[in-house]
């Protein structure tokens, strides 16, 4: 987790939940109203993060919507990463020793790397 921001995925999801909650007491209309104008700040503040290379670059606005998913994949990734901190696998250690072998076997290892001193 490079950053101490919340991801796109959460941090905009719990926004809009938390907006409902704060306007379940309000009309329809009005509640309906403020769901909308805090999607449009939320969209506007993820076109200003990027306004600077739409000004250089403007025939890259197409992009502007895979920004945008890519900042919600990006946030899916690192809730993953998160919830499998404590998660250790060994499987890669075990995968490389047995192609290391395969490979001695073969004796294309010597040919790739020149090193002969390798022992099973």
């Known amino acids: 987790m490079a950053t101490l921001y919340p991801p796109a995925l959460v941090?905009?999801?719990l926004l809009?939940?938390?907006?409902?909650?704060?306007?379940?007491?309000?009309e329809v209309d009005w509640q309906v109203g403020a769901l909308g104008l805090l999607?449009?700040?939320?969209?506007?503040?993820?076109?200003?993060?990027?306004?600077?290379?739409?000004l250089r670059y403007p025939a890259d606005v197409f992009l502007l919507p895979?920004?945008?998913a890519?900042?919600?994949?990006?946030?899916?990734?690192?809730?993953?990463?998160c919830l499998s901190l404590n998660v250790v696998s060994l499987k890669i250690r075990r995968h490389r020793s047995v192609l290391?072998?395969?490979?001695?076997?073969?004796?294309?290892?010597?040919?790739?790397?020149g090193y002969t001193g390798w022992r099973c």
């Open 39 to 54: 999607a449009f700040w939320m969209g506007i503040s993820k076109v200003l993060k990027i306004l600077g290379h739409f």
């Open 100 to 113: 290391l072998q395969l490979l001695i076997k073969a004796g294309t290892l010597a040919l790739t790397t």
């Open 11 to 13: 941090g905009d999801f």
């Open 66 to 68: 895979v920004s945008i």
């Open 70 to 81: 890519f900042g919600y994949c990006h946030g899916f990734i690192k809730v993953q990463a």
């Open 16 to 26: 809009l939940f938390l907006c409902y909650k704060a306007t379940e007491s309000w």
